[in-house]
């Protein structure tokens, strides 16, 4: 199949340019079209070669625009895995970014998710996967509380990832001149394979 991406236009960041900071009403109308065809459009693409390479893009989505200025100056998109595991996609004036997400959960996954990283074998299978996108320089981030729940031990040795009520690994790729090309559609599918380890454990222990 041949690609429908062929990467962003440079001037999409021009388009980019002319929303940051506070921009008005008047502003945001005046370049819609410009933006939807430079830098939303780009993004349909991409996605559309994504699931047509790799199933887990399938279930997706590409936001439009919302009614403050951050959704019309970061273009973000979702392929759903499972409920509440999620790849995301942002493009801004910082070029791309790639995540790998648990979020938005109830307190139902939340438990699954403590007694899945408190079991010896799971919790140390997620421990290394974790590790291991760290070394590969993703940044661990999500909803934290400020100690281990009540019911587990302070000195528990996986005590920092029983703080997270949400884990999200996230890649900043970057704005370099590939951004321009159908490169980007390989670089995310490679970005993917990292993290498939964590949205796998996360789809089988804790979305299940």
Not at 3 to 20: H, I, K, N, P, T
Not at 123 to 146: F, M, N, P, W
Not at 148 to 176: F, I, T
């Amino acid at each position: 199949m041949s690609r429908q991406f062929a990467g962003w236009d440079e001037s999409a960041f021009d388009v980019l340019l002319r929303l940051e900071g506070e921009p008005s009403q008047e502003v945001m109308r005046e370049i819609r079209k410009d933006r939807e065809r430079l830098v939303r459009q780009p993004m349909v693409s991409l996605l559309h070669d994504l699931a047509w390479a790799d199933p887990a893009f399938e279930d997706h989505s590409v936001w439009r625009y919302g009614k403050t200025p951050w959704w019309w100056q970061n273009q973000s998109a979702v392929a759903r895995i499972a409920r509440n595991v999620e790849i995301g996609l942002r493009f801004n004036l910082d070029g791309l970014q790639v995540q790998g997400a648990w979020w938005y959960a109830d307190s139902d996954q939340i438990s699954k998710f403590r007694k899945g990283v408190a079991a010896e074998t799971s919790g140390s299978v997620l421990g290394d996967v974790v590790a291991e996108l760290r070394d590969k320089r993703y940044e661990i981030t999500g909803d934290l509380l400020k100690r281990a729940p009540r019911e587990y031990p302070a000195d528990h040795p996986r005590a920092a990832l029983l703080r997270h009520r949400s884990l999200l690994a996230v890649r900043h790729l970057g704005c370099d001149a590939w951004l321009q090309t159908p490169e980007v559609v390989d670089r995310v599918l490679a970005t993917h394979e990292d993290l498939s380890p964590l949205l796998n454990w996360l789809t089988d222990h804790v979305a299940a």
